[in-house]
């Protein structure tokens, strides 16, 4: 399994409910979320901020810790887009600004 920081395109993403893709407890997704995945990058959803921190802790080689997770919320409080209907727009138009935001977004990947 692989843990990548992740921030949040829009902001309706930030504070949805959502269960959590390792143990199934519901949280709130921060300004930037831990994406889970499996060995073969098949999406699990989203960590919750008390599964980044056990995994964090338990190897560090491998997991973001809690602290990273921490410091990337603090520096990354807005989401990558201002609206929806700004992604939209953009997508309509087929901006490349999207496909390279969808790359850009994430702030931290495991090694592979
Ligand atoms: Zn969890």
Redesign the pocket.
Known sequence: MFIDLMRAFEPSEIGHEEE??????T?AAGAVVASAATDHRDGMGN??????E?LGRRNPERFPTIEVYEEANRRYPEPVFGSVEEVMRLEERRDPAVDEAYDARFIWRAAL
């Open positions: 959590c893709g390792v143990c199934g407890e949280f960590a919750c901020p008390a599964c980044v056990a």
